[in-house]
């Protein structure tokens, strides 16, 4: 925001208030109320908003209290945002970066824990992301805002404590005492689909996300189990490359998410390391 003045960010409660996670705490004082402002309880009209806002050359970073209540401005996302650039061929864009913190671990229930990042890998023209650390966040987060295109950016909620390791009856771990809690004050981006390593191994390699790759760290150290974890950070475009080298390396392979099963993202990354297998196992011998 310091160095763009087109970057307005707005939302539920974002502006005085700070957000219902403080996420945004401090920006209104520090940047005025016409950069970061409350918008009413209308998630169709905070996006149906932000895209003629992105239309006329802003940058705008709307929320969504919760990615639960997205649903009311899906059809502004995919029908209007997602194809800006195609139908006005290449007259306008959406350069909007919407924010909504997803997932479970804090109790919300069944309208504030839901894991909906699957509606959105099935739209073209949206990119979909989804860190798992600070460091990463701010970093895609300036990516995404950069991006010309419209970007999904959920936000694990049950990570802006501290880590999580998937014991509901433990302490959490604050990000303190996390290597990926160091945050530069600087300007700095981490690209967009690209995946990170975020341990190596060479018995199985686990694909995952968000708060799953902290569950997944504590199931792999406590099992003993050699695996090779992948943080994909961005869903879509989905960083194959380094799913293809990861198993072809290790030759098995688990998902980790917490969305729903059915129709959930880890069917989509079933399918592609199928395909992989399939090329790699089924290549016709120059005999």
């Not at 799953?212 to 792999?220: E, G, I, L, Q």
């Not at 943080?231 to 392979?253: H, M, N, Q, W, Y």
Request: glycine letters at 10%; hydrophobic letters at 40%.
């Amino acid at each position: 925001m310091a160095e763009d003045d087109n970057v307005v960010v707005f939302g539920e409660d974002v502006g005085y208030f700070g957000g219902v996670f403080r996420a945004t705490q401090g920006l209104q004082e520090k940047y005025g109320k016409s950069r970061v402002f409350d918008t009413p309880i209308s998630e169709l009209g905070i996006i149906g908003a932000a895209i003629g806002m992105g239309a006329y050359g802003l940058r705008p970073v709307p929320e969504i209290q919760f990615a639960d209540y997205i649903l009311p401005a899906y059809d502004q996302i995919a029908s209007e945002a997602a194809r800006l650039r195609y139908r006005s061929s290449g007259e306008f864009n959406a350069p909007i970066t919407v924010r909504a913190p997803c997932g479970g671990g804090i109790f919300g229930g069944q309208t504030h824990s839901q894991s909906p990042e699957a509606l959105f890998t099935h739209v073209a023209g949206l990119k979909t992301v989804i860190p798992s650390n600070p460091y990463d966040a701010k970093g895609l987060l300036i990516a995404a805002i950069e991006d010309d295109d419209p970007v999904i950016f959920l936000e694990p909620k049950r990570l802006y404590k501290g880590p999580f390791n998937g014991y509901h009856d433990r302490p959490g771990t604050p990000w303190s005492d996390h290597d990926a809690s160091e945050v530069p004050e600087g300007h700095y981006t981490v690209p967009l689909a690209k995946a990170a390593i975020t341990r190596a191994g060479e018995d199985v390699t686990v694909l995952t996300y968000g708060t799953m790759v902290h569950v997944t760290a504590t199931s792999v150290e406590e099992s003993g189990i050699d695996a090779e974890i992948i943080d994909l950070r961005t869903l879509l475009p989905l960083d194959e490359e380094a799913i293809e080298a990861s198993v072809k390396k290790t030759g098995r392979c688990v998902i980790v998410h917490e969305a729903t099963r059915t129709s959930g993202f880890g069917g989509e990354l079933m399918a592609v390391v199928w395909k992989i297998v399939s090329i790699t196992w089924n290549r016709p011998s120059n005999g």
